[in-house]
């Protein structure tokens, strides 16, 4: 008898689980979409798409030195 209630429990920790990844895969699936345009088919595609967008604020930095370089110049 306790094997069988221990069976019902555990089926119903799988059931809630199961549930839970539905839930978290239906989250991810805009993120997955958007990384798939960038160009993030794999992981090595994640890997350069975040390399991308950690060089961003040292774009921008440059972008802004360059503007008050030309505007300074002009």
């Known amino acids: 008898m306790a094997e069988i209630l221990l069976l019902l429990t555990l089926t119903s920790e799988l059931k809630i689980w199961q549930d839970r990844a539905n839930a978290a895969e239906e989250q991810l699936k805009p993120l997955q979409q958007v990384l798939y345009v960038g160009g993030a088919v794999d992981i090595t595609g994640v890997r350069q798409l975040v ?24």
């Open 51 to 74: 390399e991308r967008f950690e060089r961003l604020p040292d774009l921008e930095a440059e972008k802004t030195a360059l503007k008050g370089g030309g505007s300074q110049a002009g």
